[in-house]
C-alpha cells in the first residue's frame, strides 16, 4: 500500500497540500493527521479519495506510540510525508506563557522529529520529506522569538537530514513561506496587544503550496516561494545580524 501522511491537514497549508496532491499524484491511501477529526472528515468528503483519518494530538506523546503501532500493523510504503502541523505566537517574550513557548516546541520541533523518524523506516526510495517550515527560519525574530527559533531548528536538521538519506534516495526539503493567509493568525494573534504590525505581502496558501510541490518535484533542498521572500533570504544572508534586527523592529513600530 503506497500512502502520503500528511500532518496538519485539518486546515491551511496542510489541508490545501492534500487538495493538489489529489490534482497530481496517486497514492493508495492518504493519511491525514490533526486533532479536529472532524475537519478531517470534510476534507475526506470533499476529496472524495481513500483517506485514513487519524485524530491525534502531536504535543502528546502516546499519539506517536498511536501512529508507531498503526504502521507496524499496516506495513505503508510512505512515499511522501509532509509534516504541516505547527502554530506561533506573537508577543513579547513577557507576553507569552512558558506553557504556550514549551508547546511550540513540542510541536514544531519534537513532533516532526517523531513523525519524521517514526515514518523512515517505511519510506521508499525515490520517497520525499516535506518539512514545512517558515522564513521565519533564516533571521532571528523578536516578538516571535521562539517560534522563529523552532523553525531555525526545522531548517537545519532538514539539511542534515537530507545529507544523511543520500544512500537511500530519499529527498527532503523545507518549506518556508512568508506570510500565508491560514488560521494560523488566529491563534498567532490571541495576545492582547498587537505587537507585529507590519506583514510585508500575505500570499494565499494555494500560491505557495503550489509552488512547493513544484519545486519538491525539481529535488529543491529548500524552497522559498516568490522572488520578494528570496530577496529577503538574500537580505538576511548578506547583511550583518545587527542590521536585520534593526530594520525588524522598526518594521514593527512597537512602543
Ligand atoms: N500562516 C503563515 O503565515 C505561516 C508562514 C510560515 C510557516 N507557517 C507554518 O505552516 C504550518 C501550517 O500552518 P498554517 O499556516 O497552515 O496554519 P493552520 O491553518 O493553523 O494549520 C495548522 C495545522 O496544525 C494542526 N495542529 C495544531 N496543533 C496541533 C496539535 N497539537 N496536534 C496535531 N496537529 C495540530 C492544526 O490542526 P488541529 O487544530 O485540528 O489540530 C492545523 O491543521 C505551520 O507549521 C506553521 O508554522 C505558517
Known amino acids: 500500500m503506497k500512502i502520503a ?4 491537514a485539518s486546515s491551511g497549508m496542510g489541508q490545501e497540500f492534500a487538495r493538489q496532491l489529489k490534482k497530481q499524484e496517486r497514492f493508495d491511501e492518504m493519511w491525514v493527521i490533526a486533532r479536529r477529526e472532524d ?26 506510540a498511536q501512529y508507531k503501532e498503526l504502521l ?22 513577557d507576553a507569552i506563557s ?28 525515490g520517497g520525499r520529506i516535506l518539512q ?13 522569538n521562539v517560534y522563529g527559533s523552532t523553525k531555525a531548528f526545522i531548517l537545519s536538521y532538514s539539511r542534515a537530514l537530507k545529507a544523511e538519506l543520500k544512500d537511500r534516495k530519499i529527498h527532503v526539503m523545507a518549506f518556508c513561506p512568508g506570510w500565508v493567509q491560514t488560521e494560523f493568525f488566529n491563534r498567532a494573534e490571541a495576545a492582547e496587544k498587537k505587537v507585529i504590525t507590519y506583514f510585508n505581502k500575505i500570499f494565499t496558501a494555494q500560491e505557495v503550496v503550489a509552488c512547493a510541490l513544484k519545486d519538491l518535484k525539481k529535488k529543491r533542498s529548500v524552497c522559498v516561494p516568490s522572488w520578494q521572500n528570496k530577496l529577503q533570504v538574500l537580505g538576511v544572508k548578506l547583511l550583518p545580524t545587527a542590521l536585520v534586527l534593526k530594520i525588524w523592529m522598526k518594521q514593527q513600530k512597537f512602543d
Open 5 to 8: 501522511v500528511i500532518t496538519g
Open 39 to 64: 475537519r478531517l472528515f470534510t476534507l475526506k468528503e470533499e476529496l472524495g479519495i481513500p483517506m485514513r483519518i487519524l485524530p491525534m494530538d502531536l504535543t502528546q506523546k502516546e499519539s506517536f
Open 72 to 93: 507496524k500493523k499496516e506495513q505503508p510504503t510512505i512515499s511522501l510525508l509532509i509534516n504541516a502541523s505547527g502554530f506561533g505566537r506573537f508577543g513579547r517574550y
Open 98 to 125: 512558558i506553557e504556550d513557548s514549551l508547546e511550540m516546541i513540542d510541536l514544531n520541533c519534537k513532533a516532526v522529529v517523531a513523525i519524521t523518524e517514526l515514518s523512515l523506516p517505511y519510506i521508499e526510495e
Open 132 to 144: 514545512v517550515d517558515s522564513l521565519s527560519a533564516f533571521q532571528p525574530v523578536p516578538y516571535l
